[in-house]
């Protein structure tokens, strides 16, 4: 079974359109973290959620709303997609923050 | 805000070859953490170091921590096609409750 996993893995779509990523873990974790990974590879945290609170809102448009509606799960809607929305999404959960974090396998997002 | 420098960013090397890659810091971290990505998948952790000084291994793996707890070293002994990825430090403070990333070092293991 796949410990944490994401949806879609590629998303292709149009500037100006709206689209959502959905995030589950199934490792009973507390805390669940949104990353985006843009063309250099630099990974920047984005969101945090522990037990569906926020704990982390780093510097993000707030064109981004995550939404956690349980501890498993935490999806990333995003509005008036831009071209420098373009990179790659990874969510991650941790037993509590700063452990170990386990990282799904990514959502390529390309805005054309 | 607290900056990880890791160095060098690409390095290519033959088979059976040893290495070195570093992830410096001016800031001090409660522990710090090695991640290995592998193109098309998310990070993978490698070890956590905790203790200024501390030395882990993982098989040809050789992780050192600082004794500042400010920067780590990772050494490769004998590199192998598959330690082919890009590997990633992360540093954690107890005051903002994340880790911080390095840009990441690329290395390439040719057969």
């Known amino acids: 079974d796949t410990a944490v996993s994401q949806t879609p893995k590629y998303l292709v779509t149009q500037m100006g359109n709206d689209k959502s990523i959905k995030c589950e873990q199934n490792l009973g974790h507390d805390t669940m973290y949104w990353y985006k990974q843009d063309s250099k590879k630099f990974l920047k945290i984005m969101f945090s959620y522990n037990n569906k609170e926020l704990i982390i809102n780093e510097t993000v448009p707030n064109r981004f709303s995550p939404k956690s509606p349980d501890k498993a799960h935490l999806n990333l809607h995003i509005n008036s997609l831009e071209l420098g929305d373009s990179a790659v999404y990874f969510c991650?959960?941790?037993?509590?923050?700063?452990?170990?974090?386990?990282f799904g396998p990514g959502t390529r997002l390309l805005v054309l | 805000t607290q900056l990880l420098e890791q160095s060098p960013q690409f390095l290519s090397i033959q088979e059976g070859e040893n290495l070195t890659v570093y992830c410096n810091s001016s800031s001090v971290f409660s522990s710090l953490q090695w991640y290995r990505q592998e193109p098309g998948e998310g990070p993978v952790l490698l070890v956590t170091?905790?203790?200024?000084?501390e030395v882990k291994k993982l098989k040809r793996l050789t992780f050192q921590f600082g004794d500042a707890r400010k920067d780590s070293s990772l050494h490769i002994t004998a590199a192998q096609p598959g330690d082919t990825g890009l590997y990633l430090c992360?540093?954690?403070?107890?005051?903002?409750?994340?880790?911080?990333f390095g840009k990441g070092i690329t290395l390439s293991v040719r057969p």
């Open positions: 992360a540093g954690a403070t107890g005051a903002n409750s994340k880790l911080t």
């Open positions: 991650a959960s941790s037993q509590r923050a700063l452990e170990t974090q386990y």
């Open positions: 170091v905790v203790t200024g000084g």
